[in-house]
């Protein structure tokens, strides 16, 4: 959609400055819970951008990472996890209160770079032109004007801005540009399926296994897409619990689930900053043992019990 042709801008003028730097690439630096086994850990404190992004995941054009947040979890044993994610309006956002619907997914995966990956590196351009090619010619638009420092003007600059007409070709009611390197797809990020971005050392992450996800509201925001699991009440939460987890490294991405956003969220300093609106967010993991390793637990203590007695005797 719109902001395809806007990462090739970020790219050429390295504009993800604007944005903090644990924005600008999937890391998980500050969003790290840690060993969650047995406990319940929440993170108020961060910002996603746009209301829009975990929703533009889901269609046929995929989505850009730079409009979700990334948190990681890890459990050591086998474990029935709780996810809550809340609109923060106190989390100083620079968008409007009372607007952001947050949805997430739940991913694992073994290795994680150690250098942050992004969709706009040149091994993610390259992956995704060897899969899709480079043919995607877009959707034709009227190029009226362009954004300054958040304020439209009437210079054009080649680019589709919100606000201006298009052809909606595929008829999915927004903008879909010609994407990364000329592939339709606007970044590497799927939120329903198993994907992969690179570093710019050309190191591979990939998200191989899809625990689940959750949508808050119903199709009326998040979109057409088949098999969103949404709560069908467009309140600002979602939560979603997953049982017999095993131990191991996990994934959170959240982001926002207002699908047609894309043609009226402005970008708060133009496109050639792409810099999206923030909301604030509330996460909330709770991990418990499953029965048989509470059980377990219990008769472990049980014997430790029972052999005190006896050396007491």
């Given at each position: ?8 801008l970020a790219?050429t003028a390295?504009?993800?400055a604007?944005?903090?730097t ?31 992004g ?11 990472s730079?409009?979700l947040?990334a ?9 029935t ?10 989390g ?15 991913y ?8 942050a ?7 993610t351009?390259?992956?995704?032109t060897?899969l ?14 362009s ?5 439209f ?7 589709w801005?919100?606000g201006?007409s ?5 008829g999915n ?5 010609p ?12 939120a329903?399926n ?10 591979e ?5 899809v625990?689940g996800h ?9 979109g ?12 600002g ?8 987890l ?6 959170l991405f959240?982001?926002g ?13 133009g496109?050639?900053y ?34 005190r ?5």
């Open positions: 959609m719109k902001f395809s042709q806007r990462l090739f790219v390295g504009l993800v604007s944005l903090s644990a924005s600008a690439h999937i890391t998980v630096g500050g969003r790290t819970f840690g060993l969650i086994d047995n406990t319940t850990q929440s993170n108020n404190t961060q910002t996603v951008s746009s209301s829009f975990w929703a533009d995941a889901t269609d046929d054009s995929y989505g850009d730079h409009r947040r948190f990681k979890f890890t459990l050591g044993g086998t474990q996890v709780g996810l809550t994610v809340q609109r923060n309006d106190g100083g956002q620079t968008g409007a209160s009372g607007l952001f619907l947050p949805s997430f997914s739940l694992s995966t073994p290795l994680f770079p150690a250098n990956t992004h969709d706009s590196s040149l091994p351009s390259n992956y995704l060897g899709f090619g480079t043919g995607a010619t877009g959707e034709s638009f009227t190029d009226t004007g954004y300054v420092t958040g304020v003007t009437n210079t054009p600059n080649n680019l801005d919100v201006e298009f052809v909606d070709g595929n009611g927004v903008y879909d540009g994407g990364i390197g000329g592939t339709g797809k606007e970044g590497a990020l799927r329903l198993p994907w992969k971005i690179y570093n710019d050392g050309g190191n992450l990939f998200f191989n296994v625990i959750a949508a808050d509201g119903t199709s009326a925001n998040y057409a897409a088949s098999g969103i699991n949404g709560d069908g009440i467009a309140d939460t979602i939560s979603a619990t997953f049982a017999d095993i131990a191991g490294d996990y994934y959240v982001g689930a207002t699908y047609a956003a894309q043609n009226t969220e402005a970008p708060i300093n496109p050639s792409n810099s999206y609106p923030t909301y604030g967010i509330a996460v909330t993991v709770t991990a418990t043992p499953e029965p048989t390793s509470a059980a377990l637990l219990a008769l472990s203590a049980a014997g430790l019990a029972l052999r007695r006896r050396r007491h005797a």
